[in-house]
């Protein structure tokens, strides 16, 4: 995406500067006066597409217009990640943000937009860990003995994702540099082909999300060694942490909006403060768990920082890796 003008950008701020404070505050107090269009740049009822509904229905009743879910599924959460940043930055159009994000940064090597600099963080929402969980003919029981049982044969454990560079891939990707351990890598085109071979014994291993896998945990059909974030899940209380094991390890999938670059301040804080008394009310703190979300209250600054964090971190997984894209 070609920058502008330098002139033309001179041009644009100082008109922007023109526009009274006072009549930015009486807007942003309107607003909003429309429905809003909230992106989701996946498939309807993915883990992205629930957090979206649970929290636009909130906002909904809290503000009294209709935060409309439009799916723009496609090229790794690029395209709808793309429309929003050609919107208008006048907070009618939102994107939910999530953790691919900040890895697509880094996996590909060219974009239409620059994430950092197109999309304001508004509030994060929740965080989820993911789960490493092996198919039941693996001996291993514990984490440590998984290690043990891997480590004198490199390659024979065949690790599964969702797909080249998705949150399961890096954080796989991750364990394996912090472990030492050389398992061969088996993409996957989603979720559910991953699940099956896993549950077949095609592959043995997988860093698959809660929401997907936690009725096959409890089945029997695939067993849970442990979760990736540095705290244990409630969904799983007696299942370990990776850090518990592997020191310093850490992974997890979040989730959060955002909206166009030069969407007005007041806008973003007035969704920021809807969106965190959404995650002290104890009726969508117990939705969210039961899809082993954490809330993860903050202001928009704080946002921008994990995202931050989060695109230096799979940086350089991704780079140490030689992860390419599908």
Avoid at 17 to 35: D, E, M
Avoid at 47 to 64: C, K, N, Y
């Amino acid at each position: 995406m070609k920058l502008p003008h330098r002139r033309q950008f001179l041009h644009l701020a100082a008109g922007a500067a023109a526009v009274p404070a006072v009549s930015r505050v009486a807007w942003a107090q309107t607003y909003p006066s429309r429905p809003i269009r909230w992106i989701v740049p996946y498939p309807a009822g993915g883990p992205t597409d629930i957090v979206a509904r649970l929290m636009g229905q909130w906002l909904s009743e809290r503000l009294g217009q209709q935060f409309v879910i439009e799916n723009r599924p496609g090229g790794a959460a690029n395209i709808g990640t793309e429309a929003v940043v050609r919107s208008a930055p006048d907070g009618y159009t939102l994107l939910l943000i999530s953790s691919a994000h900040a890895i697509n940064a880094t996996l590909f090597d060219k974009l239409n937009y620059n994430f950092m600099r197109d999309i304001a963080p508004i509030a994060s929402i929740m965080r989820t860990p993911l789960v490493m969980q092996v198919n039941p003919s693996v001996p291993a029981k514990t984490l440590p003995e998984f290690i043990a049982y891997a480590k004198p044969d490199p390659g024979k454990i065949n690790l599964a994702s969702s797909g080249n560079g998705t949150p399961g891939h890096v954080s796989g990707e991750l364990f394996k540099m912090m472990s030492g351990l050389n398992l061969q890598h088996v993409p996957y085109r989603g979720d559910a082909p991953a699940i099956t071979d896993l549950i077949g014994g095609q592959v043995q291993v997988w860093f698959g999300s809660t929401i997907a896998s936690i009725e096959h945990i409890k089945a029997g059909k695939i067993r849970a060694l442990a979760v990736t974030t540095a705290m244990r899940t409630e969904l799983l209380p007696e299942v370990s942490t990776i850090g518990e094991i592997v020191r310093g390890y850490e992974a997890s999938s979040w989730y959060g909006v955002g909206a166009p670059s030069g969407t007005p301040t007041e806008v973003i804080d007035k969704l920021n403060r809807e969106i965190n008394a959404a995650l002290v009310d104890p009726k969508m703190k117990a939705r969210l768990a039961d899809y082993g979300g954490t809330p993860l209250p903050g202001s928009p600054a704080e946002f921008g920082s994990l995202l931050a964090t989060e695109t230096e971190k799979w940086g350089k997984v991704i780079k140490f890796a030689n992860i390419k894209p599908d």
